[in-house]
């Protein structure tokens, strides 16, 4: 029998969004503490791949569950609520000898305090634990690795797929490397290698495009048994934080990495120009959508995407779409805001209204004004399985599904995923019903949507996930960084090598 604490602290930032998160962001999606953390959330996510941490080590676990903290992407935590987290993280574990931990992270998540939560905690639990325990932490793979989270984690496990669906396999392969240590005693070794390259998330997808062929080699390599971890870590890159930029991660036994550092960094970086995705502005958009036949046409509002932590209430979109004439069923789109909703609740279903839609967090527009009326008045809660979630409960809040001309708009209270047609399907509207539908997402929804769209389109313009990364006002970044500085050769890597302690 083997005693391991278990937790999860998952949320991915976006420092360019002024909506800091607050305690109540991650209580909408359960805090749990102690028992609960395995007994309540045990079937989502990657604590699910953790539940299999029996058969790997061969013999019972004993859970001690420290926290289960989730939260969809947003803004920075709120002044004091990282101490707080950090705090209910290790107050189970004083007085109680483990044999290990196994903790879902993200890995790419500041707080007001601190500009990496991720390694604030990971670096607090080892001060605690001692150099002994083992530790084994699960990323996501736009996680912006830093050295404090290599130096104090034995092993780091991130996804192998964007879109991101393989949280449960994640989590098991986190418990395999942990088993490992436990059965052998032998702590691997870990290379990292920082590049000093950031990229939008768009056309880096796993599955295909320009690193495909390199990231089947990644995971075939983690299928050796010598070999506990390997990924690229491709930094989200709404993050104005040090150190940031891509990270190639290996944690193995023996001699040598299974890949070359400097081989797979070179393929990273020759892929670094690679713009797949051609942007449409918001004016080119509803022309470019209509001349596609058939329907829907589903398009990323990738500058306001509730995936990469912005707002979900930009209106540079919307007042486009308001303006035109769109056949065929029109457009269906959703935007964040809780007041617009509130004046609908009051209204009622069927009332007409001036409202002053979104633009109320999002620094990049303003407040649309729209003559509405009020369709239906409902609620956008559903269980979330594919990208962005495996068996996760998501609670939007009150929706109120409002037209203006051939838009129609939910508006809800709350962010929360926005490549997922589930977010409309949630107050009985069909996306395939209308010629052009939003998601809030810069690649992921292509996941849900590309089985019944009639065609995929990427609108970008200001806004806190603008793919416009020039523009986006970088201040704390690490310099130099590739887009933001020419640099030529991959050999001003931030830093690199062999870093554990
Ligand atoms: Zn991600």
């Known amino acids: 029998m083997k005693r391991i604490a278990v937790g999860q602290l998952l949320q991915e930032t976006n420092t360019l969004n002024p909506l800091q998160t607050t305690r109540r962001d991650f209580e909408i999606y359960g805090l749990g503490q102690g028992d609960a953390v395995m007994a309540r959330y045990g079937d989502t996510e990657e604590l699910s791949g953790f539940a299999s941490l029996p058969q790997f080590l061969g013999e019972e676990v004993e859970w001690l569950g420290l926290l289960r903290a989730r939260a969809w992407s947003g803004g920075v935590l709120v002044p004091g609520l990282l101490a707080e987290i950090v705090e209910a993280f290790i107050t189970p574990l004083r007085g109680h000898e483990v044999d290990g931990v196994l903790l879902s992270l993200h890995g790419a ?16 639990l080892r001060r605690a634990l001692g150099p002994q325990v083992p530790l084994v932490a699960t990323l996501d793979l736009h996680a912006n690795l830093t050295r404090r989270m290599v130096q104090s984690a034995d092993v780091l496990v991130g996804y192998h797929t964007f879109p991101h669906i393989d949280q449960v396999r994640c989590g098991q392969r986190g418990a395999r490397a942990l088993a490992h240590i436990l059965r052998t005693g032998t702590r691997p070794q870990v290379s990292a290698w920082k590049m000093p390259l950031l990229t939008n998330t768009d056309g880096r997808t796993t599955d295909r495009g320009v690193l495909a062929g390199l ?43 299974p890949l070359d550092p400097e081989t797979v960094a070179q393929t990273c970086w020759q892929t670094r120009a690679h713009h797949q995705t051609p942007f449409l502005r918001p004016a080119e958009l509803v022309p470019a959508a209509l001349a596609i036949p ?25 007042e486009a ?24 609740f009051e209204a009622g279903e069927g009332a007409s209204l001036d409202l002053q839609v979104g633009g109320r967090i999002d620094p990049y527009s303003d407040p649309l004004p729209l003559r509405v009326q009020v369709h239906t008045l409902g609620r956008v809660a559903y269980t979330l399985s594919g990208h962005g979630g495996h068996n996760l409960p998501v609670d939007m809040g009150r929706a109120a599904v409002i037209t203006a001309g051939d838009t129609t708009v939910v508006l809800v209270e709350e962010t929360g995923p ?84």
């Open 321 to 344: 779409l308001t303006k035109t004439t769109i056949p065929e069923g029109g457009v269906l789109t959703f935007c964040v805001d809780p007041e617009s909703v509130k004046r609908c």
């Open 215 to 257: 990231w089947r080699e990644l995971v075939a390599a983690e299928t050796r048994a010598e070999v506990l971890s390997t990924a690229i870590y491709m930094a989200q890159p709404w993050l104005d934080v040090p150190e940031l930029g891509w990270t190639l991660y290996q944690a193995y036994l023996g001699e040598r990495p």
């Open 109 to 124: 998540q500041a707080a007001a305090e601190d500009p990496d939560v991720t390694g604030f905690l990971v670096q607090t």
């Open 418 to 501: 926005g490549s997922s047609p589930k977010l409309y399907e949630a107050v009985g509207l069909a996306p395939r019903d209308f010629k052009i539908v939003i998601a809030k997402s810069p690649e992921g929804f292509r996941q849900d949507y590309e089985p019944f769209a009639a065609g995929i389109l990427y609108c970008g313009a200001p806004g806190c996930a603008t793919p416009y990364l020039l523009e986006a006002g970088f201040k704390s970044a690490s310099r130099p960084l590739y887009p933001l500085d020419q640099i030529g050769e991959m050999s001003q890597a931030l830093w690199a090598g062999e870093l554990r302690t």
């Open 294 to 318: 058939g329907r829907p046409v589903a398009v990323s509002e990738s500058h306001d995407a509730t995936n990469s932590g912005a707002p979900g209430d930009s209106t540079l979109l919307l």
